[in-house]
């Protein structure tokens, strides 16, 4: 049972573009959602995260939408450069538990100069 | 290298060896975690430490074995493994279960012929 779905599996776009990418999840328990990035031979790495009681938040230029409503969230990332090709994967856990994380498939972001 | 370290980054092993994979945290946390990442699914949870007790075990098969001698040692012990266990093997470590960032590792990179 996939409780994270994450969309689109892979996305290419040129130098300052904005990706974005999408996940929805099913176990309305959840109130912590992370956005992690991982670069080839590298472990995933914490990007940016968010809890239930915000619509949206910013980090530089990596901002996060969040709908409870609709049970989804996604990362949009501004100004898109090379250095931004990596893989993003979106995840959700339960109260404090943000490092027992249920993750996303994963979206490999390709950024073409 | 800071952070979390993992050995080795890649290993080959036939189904009948036995072969361990091992974790160090630099970062002085009391939480531990295996996670599992194959391709094209999402990472998934295998084990988790907390001040060297395992507090979880996500329905993993016993040719898996984890050990935790000390906080800041983690061990995955493997053995008659099936090619289908072929992944990257994460380790990650944060302060304390509840912590909100998990610290990954660069993985290990499994492959069982």
């Known amino acids: 049972q996939q409780q994270v779905k994450q969309s689109p599996q892979s996305l290419i776009v040129q130098k300052g573009g904005i990706p974005i990418i999408n996940c929805a999840y099913e176990?309305?328990?959840?109130?912590?959602f992370p956005w992690y990035q991982q670069f080839p031979g590298k472990g995933p790495a914490l990007l940016i995260a968010?809890?239930?009681?915000?619509s949206e938040k910013k980090e530089g230029r990596f901002t996060i939408s969040f709908n409870k409503s609709a049970k989804q969230f996604s990362l949009h990332i501004m100004d898109s450069q090379p250095g931004d090709s990596a893989t993003y994967f979106c995840?959700?856990?339960?109260?404090?538990?943000?490092?027992?994380?249920?993750f996303g498939e994963g979206t490999q972001l390709t950024v073409n100069p | 290298e800071t952070g979390v370290t993992q050995t080795p980054r890649h290993l080959v092993m036939g189904m009948t060896n036995k072969k361990s994979l091992k974790c160090e945290q630099h970062?002085?946390?009391?939480?531990m975690y295996w996670y599992k990442q194959s391709a094209k699914k999402p990472l998934e949870l295998m084990f988790v430490?907390?001040?060297?007790?395992?507090?979880e075990n996500n329905s993993v098969p016993s040719r898996f074995s984890p050990e935790c001698p000390n906080s800041s040692h983690l061990f995955l012990h493997l053995h008659t493994l099936q090619p289908e266990d072929s992944a990257l093997y994460l380790c990650?470590?944060?302060?304390?279960?509840?912590?909100?960032?998990?610290?990954f590792g660069q993985g290990t990179r499994l492959t069982v012929v």
């Open positions: 990650a470590s944060s302060q304390g279960q509840g912590a909100e960032e998990a610290f």
């Open positions: 176990n309305t328990a959840f109130d912590y």
């Open positions: 968010i809890r239930p009681d915000v």
């Open positions: 995840a959700a856990s339960i109260g404090t538990s943000g490092s027992r994380l249920t």
């Open positions: 970062l002085g946390h009391n939480a």
């Open positions: 430490y907390s001040l060297e007790e395992r507090v």
